[in-house]
């Protein structure tokens, strides 16, 4: 069955040095989304894409965070300068439709740690 | 905006009972009401998804309903089994226009061999 994948699984940085999170949708999805969770509390919504733009975000979104589609399979998000409160755990996901659409599925991947030091 | 209530926190029950698992939602206007299993560490595991404009779902042991009247989801999973321990989340979408999914805190259970 095919699967969201996020790499790597383990991250540890320090504070204010850049980290990019590495995602592999399902290969016929259109829409990508991040979410977080830190440890304890629910997941967050951090972004939407589609069609190499950003079609929603949350006000946890600020500037420090990007996402981009580099290619044709994989989707990051890069955090400029990480914060302590940045450590969570970073959750890909991806759609084959619209997310709000009736019915539509999100699929999620396993996640990568993230710990700011 | 949507607020998603999970409760209990925790539940703990004896291998083979039958359970079920509440969620809340304050907006009635949800387009689709998503159930994931976490495993400790582990990413979502979408379980089952709900239309608005359907009451329930089934997927072998499990079913989930949806009452947008009152605003309210249920987890029903038959003959609880060891396997079965993890935290249940749910999420709801409310569509027009918006993608998020808002979650719940899940519920943590337990199924004691």
């Known amino acids: 069955e095919p699967e969201v994948t996020q790499t790597p699984s383990h991250q540890v940085t320090q504070m204010g040095q850049e980290v990019i999170l590495r995602c592999v949708p399902i290969?016929?999805?259109?829409?990508f989304y991040w979410y977080r969770q830190i440890l304890g509390q629910k997941v967050e919504f951090l972004v939407s894409?589609?069609?190499?733009?950003?079609?929603?975000k949350s006000e946890i979104f600020d500037d420090q965070f990007s996402v981009e589609r580099p290619d044709g399979s994989n989707f990051t998000l890069k955090i400029r300068s990480t914060k302590l409160e940045d450590s969570a755990m970073y959750f890909c996901?991806?759609?084959?439709?619209?997310?709000?659409?009736?019915?539509?599925?999100?699929?999620f991947g396993p996640g990568t740690r993230l710990l700011v030091l | 905006k949507q607020e998603v209530t999970q409760i209990p926190a925790a539940l703990s029950v004896p291998e083979g009972e039958n359970l079920v698992l509440n969620c809340s939602f304050t907006?009635?206007?949800?387009?689709?009401l998503q159930w994931f299993r976490q495993d400790p560490g582990k990413g979502l595991t979408s379980l089952l998804l709900?239309?608005?404009?359907?009451r329930e779902q089934t997927s072998g042991r499990l079913n989930a309903s949806l009452d947008k009247s009152s605003g309210r989801s249920t987890l029903y999973i038959a003959a609880s089994q060891p396997g079965d321990s993890a935290t249940y989340l749910c999420?709801?979408?409310?569509?027009?226009?918006?993608?998020?999914?808002?979650f719940g805190k899940g519920t943590k259970l337990s199924v004691i061999p």
């Open positions: 996901a991806s759609s084959e439709r619209y997310g709000g659409r009736l019915g539509e599925t999100q699929y």
């Open positions: 290969s016929n999805h259109l829409y």
């Open positions: 709900i239309q608005s404009s359907q």
């Open positions: 894409f589609y069609n190499n733009e950003i079609s929603e």
């Open positions: 907006d009635s206007a949800i387009y689709n």
């Open positions: 999420a709801g979408s409310s569509g027009a226009g918006s993608y998020q999914l808002t």
